[in-house]
């Protein structure tokens, strides 16, 4: 259902439920693509942090809140937060990895 075609409290919240459902189902996807470039980083040599990619994510996600109509600066920090939590999962995993222990 579309905003405009709510017209009760009730469907507003029923379909912002419905998205903040799909927004859980995507980050959860997203951890997998993190959790396997943490099993190939070590291979190539690269560390959980790559400052330039960092940057290319965060211009990534700005340029497409402005296209969106969004507030670009908050999406960039809840992105900087992803992004750190992220990076902070990678971190782990290398490092377990490199222990010969198993993932969380």
Not at 9 to 26: C, G, H, N, Y
Request: charged share 40%.
């Amino acid at each position: 259902m579309k905003p405009e075609e709510c017209q009760t409290m009730a469907d507003v919240r029923a379909e912002i439920d419905k998205l903040d459902a799909e927004l859980v189902r995507l980050l959860a996807r997203r951890v997998r693509y993190i959790d396997r470039a943490a099993e190939l980083k070590p291979a190539l040599g690269w560390p959980a942090r790559i400052d330039a990619r960092v940057e290319e994510v965060v211009r990534n996600v700005r340029a497409k809140a402005v296209q969106e109509s969004l507030d670009a600066e908050l999406v960039e920090s809840i992105w900087r937060r992803l992004i750190d939590w992220s990076i902070a999962r990678e971190e782990d995993a290398m490092a377990r990895g490199a222990e010969g222990k198993p993932p969380r």
